[in-house]
């Protein structure tokens, strides 16, 4: 049974780097993070938040402290973004100081039907942000 709030962990022992998404953003982090434990030998931790009205602050500041390091893939605009909760999330409890890589859409109007996908992240734009973190 889902509890309101409550986020969903894949691989939850692995601590070299942490996703942090929702919604479509979860299938593209799961082929992500494969590739990116492949490429770079890391365990990867995906935390799907599933809510996002109120932020789960607590569950965030949790994996975040866990893991050395944090991407984030939001669907939205790189503007006013649910991204920008998260990192605020990851600021106040202390953990800002790790190395960090945000995976957004395009600010642009939002389109429809197929051009809805030539504005939102990719699975290679995840896995680019994890060798920006792997430099770090």
Not at 11 to 24: K, L, Q, R, W
Not at 65 to 79: K, M
Not at 96 to 114: C, E, I, M, S
Request: aromatic share 6%.
């Amino acid at each position: 049974a889902l509890v309101l709030g409550e986020e969903r962990v894949y691989n939850p022992e692995a601590t070299d780097c942490v996703i942090f998404s929702y919604g479509n953003g979860m299938p593209m982090s799961l082929r992500a993070a494969r590739q990116i434990e492949a490429k770079h030998g890391w365990k990867v931790r995906v935390v799907d938040l599933r809510w996002l009205v109120p932020l789960n602050h607590v569950a965030i500041a949790k994996h975040a402290g866990a893991c050395d390091r944090i991407l984030i893939v939001d669907e939205g605009r790189f503007s006013a973004g649910i991204g920008e909760g998260i990192i605020t999330a990851i600021t106040e409890a202390g953990h800002g100081g790790k190395p960090l890589q945000r995976v957004v859409g395009a600010d642009t109007y939002t389109p429809l039907a197929g051009a809805a996908f030539l504005v939102i992240p990719k699975d290679e734009d995840i896995v680019a942000a994890a060798a920006k973190l792997a430099k770090d």
